[in-house]
């Protein structure tokens, strides 16, 4: 059990129920980890099997401080801002490297732990997730920047009225007896209290008066035979420090014909390899398929285009 392996992952549900054989634990919002040791330094890994451990000095040296020899264990790093998860906070850190920049920045990460996939050599994989839970919380000395992901048992729907009367994202029901499974699975439920997901930028148009960069992100989503299908344009949510990084970005994937499978008829429109995939917060779907209100919240580096399709109940 050494190096990246897939993750399990959460479906998105509309059905908010309590039942005692669920667990609820808040919903992260940051950059999901995978922590893996196996008697020399820890390893950190993105969901797209990319190491980041230069990213997250400080994460890297609390693992190998107050966890074991051996280990794998999910969770996520996140940033707050005041008392809420930010993730455009933790965009200042997601892609630099160097103690210096890295101080610079001024941001604060924590990385909170909510599963074990392996421990001190033995798979933990096939147990039930209250055991997992129960071996994770006593396998590490957890301290600022390693925090345990708590839960509520049985009571679902108290504890998302509060996740959304705090401003949390929302939650997560867990199955209590589930293994851990790699892939999307219905043993694990999103409770959202706001609408957001990842797109694949598949173009951009270009900006007006004086605005720098670009004018909206043109955005898709995977569709299996049918390939990229077209989600609208976001337009809002950038300041000029990122309008300028992601043109530069972009104008490094042009390509002359659309990705879309579905027609764009948006005036200024350049095209781009779908390689970059950003988080967008929105109202809704409209009927025809298109974001209503979109704004962009970040750059989600830690997840693979490939892997990016609409959010169904």
Known sequence: MTGFRPLMLATLTERRFSHADWLFERKLDGMRALAVRDGNGPQLWSRNERRIDES?????????????????ADGEIVAFDGRLMSFARLQGRMHLTGADRIAATGVDVFYY?????????????????????RILKGA?????????????????????????ERGWEGLIAKRAA????????????????????????????????????????LVGYHDGRAG????????????ERTLRALRGRMDALARDESPFADPVRERGAHWIRPELVVQVG????????????????????????????????
């Open 56 to 72: 997250f000095p400080e994460l890297v040296d609390a693992l190998g401080e107050l966890g074991g020899p051996r280990f794998a």
């Open 113 to 133: 732990l909510f599963d074990l996939l392996s421990y001190d050599g033995d798979d933990l994989t096939r147990l039930p997730l209250r055991e997992r839970k």
């Open 140 to 164: 590490f000395d957890f301290h600022d920047p390693l925090r345990y992901s708590a839960h509520r048992n049985a009571d679902g729907e108290d504890y998302y009225r509060l996740a959304c």
């Open 178 to 217: 589930s293994r851990y499974r790699p892939g999307r699975s219905k043993d694990w439920l999103k409770f959202k209290c706001v609408r957001h997901q990842e797109f694949v930028v598949g173009g951009f148009t270009d900006p007006q008066g004086s605005r720098a960069g670009f004018g909206a992100l």
């Open 228 to 239: 990229l299908r077209y989600a609208g344009k976001v337009g809002t949510g950038y300041d």
């Open 282 to 313: 929105f109202s809704e779907w409209t009927t025809d398929g298109m974001l209503r209100h979109p704004r962009y919240q970040g750059e989600r580096a830690d997840k693979p285009a490939a892997d990016v399709v609409r959010e169904t109940v």
